[in-house]
Nanobody, 121 residues
Framework: QVQLVESGGGLVQAGDSLRLSCATS????????MGWFRQAPGKERELVAA????????FYADSVKGRFTVSRNNAVRRMYLQMNSLRAEDTAVYYC??????????????WGQGTQETVST
């Protein structure tokens, strides 16, 4: 069983930066792909970024390319999302997810509870 806990959300202004963190429990962290999703009010959940177990492969949604960076530290079993140049449309609840590699980046069985990020203009 894998447990995930997000932290780092909050209220920021447009143009600011913020870093989210996802702490995990369970063994074999390096065997899991991990992803960051977000869900804004009235919208479907979307994949924002993802990273492979050894960090060698990453995925970014077009909307965040060049602004967000996903990374992980397998020694401490954490994943991060560095978010720069934040925009009002980045406002959402952000979730981290983990699972063994699947055919696509979007499929995960383990989820955190989410952390709210609000970008004011």
């Amino acid at each position: 069983q894998v447990q995930l806990v997000e932290s780092g959300g909050g209220l920021v202004q447009a143009g600011d930066s913020l870093r989210l963190s996802c702490a995990t429990s369970g063994r074999r962290f390096i065997n899991y792909n991990m992803g960051w999703f977000r869900q804004a009010p009235g919208k479907e959940r979307e994949l924002v970024a993802a990273i492979s177990g050894n960090g060698g492969q990453t995925f970014y949604a077009d909307s965040v390319k060049g602004r967000f960076t996903v990374s992980r530290n397998n020694a401490v079993r954490r994943m991060y999302l560095q978010m720069n140049s934040l925009r009002a449309e980045d406002t959402a609840v952000y979730y981290c997810a983990a699972d063994r590699p699947k055919e696509c980046w979007e499929e995960y069985n383990y989820w955190g509870q989410g952390t709210q990020e609000t970008v004011s203009t």
